[in-house]
């Protein structure tokens, strides 16, 4: 899943909401992308527990970016402060993904934005630290679990939580979920609560990005998962 994080401050919801409804996935994944990616509604991928299939989101939407900006305080962008958005060095498909980003919300809401490559050591280390007021990001699971998306990277303190969000509604779910035993129930509750963070946008969720790989003709059997090729239990190599 790659997003774009921004540190939360209170008061800033709607500024949070009118990005995500300013910036057009699809056109990012379309010329950015190459179409080698899944647009994000939510926070889970496909494949996990509690995925929505028909979950919307926050959608497309510049005129209600436009209202959204305004009711927070900057019309047209007027007065909005310079924004940076920082994304790993050495990746063109970040770089130019950054780029889509930084024309919508110049396009659909009057915000200038300058993007800034950062050496990926000293990246996570400004993630950690919470120096990077606005990112974008690409998380891939530790484990196949909706738990690994949501309690954590968004619950109050958890370690990964570096931008600060915090709501106990969303708390609150996410630890029932956490040390729920029923498989439905717990899925549901996760549900739940990506509805909460996706509405109060912490994160704007933009694509699911698979690995891209070749293989040689004579590699055979190859057996994908959620969590890649492993175990090789199928693999054959015949020259």
Not at 149 to 162: D, K, V, Y
Request: glycine fraction near 6%; include cysteine; hydrophobic fraction near 40%.
């Amino acid at each position: 899943m790659s997003t774009i994080r921004g540190t939360v401050a209170r008061g800033f919801e709607r500024v949070r909401q009118a990005f995500a409804h300013a910036i057009d996935k699809d056109q990012l994944i379309k010329i950015a992308l190459k179409d080698t990616a899944k647009r994000a509604n939510g926070i889970l991928p496909p494949g996990i527990p509690g995925y929505d299939a028909n979950f919307a989101g926050l959608s497309y939407d510049p005129q209600k970016a436009k209202q959204l900006l305004a009711q927070a305080g900057y019309p047209g962008g007027k007065n909005f402060p310079k924004l940076v958005i920082s994304f790993r060095q050495g990746y063109q498909l970040l770089a130019d993904a950054v780029m889509a980003i930084r024309d919508d919300l110049k396009r659909n809401l009057g915000i200038d934005v300058d993007s800034r490559q950062v050496e990926w050591t000293q990246f996570l280390s400004e993630r950690r630290n919470g120096t990077m007021p606005c990112y974008h990001l690409r998380w891939a699971a530790d484990y196949v679990d909706p738990q690994d998306f949501l309690s954590l990277m968004l619950r109050t303190g958890a370690e990964e939580n570096s931008i600060g969000y915090s709501n106990p509604a969303f708390d609150r779910l996410c630890d029932q979920a956490d040390v729920e035993r029923d498989s439905s129930k717990r899925a549901d509750l996760y549900r739940q609560a990506e509805r909460v963070a996706v509405e109060d946008a912490p994160w704007v969720c933009l694509y699911h990005l698979p690995d891209i790989e070749l293989h040689k003709p004579y590699v055979k059997g190859i057996r994908d998962s959620l969590m890649g090729h492993l175990p090789h239990v199928t693999t054959t190599v015949a020259r």
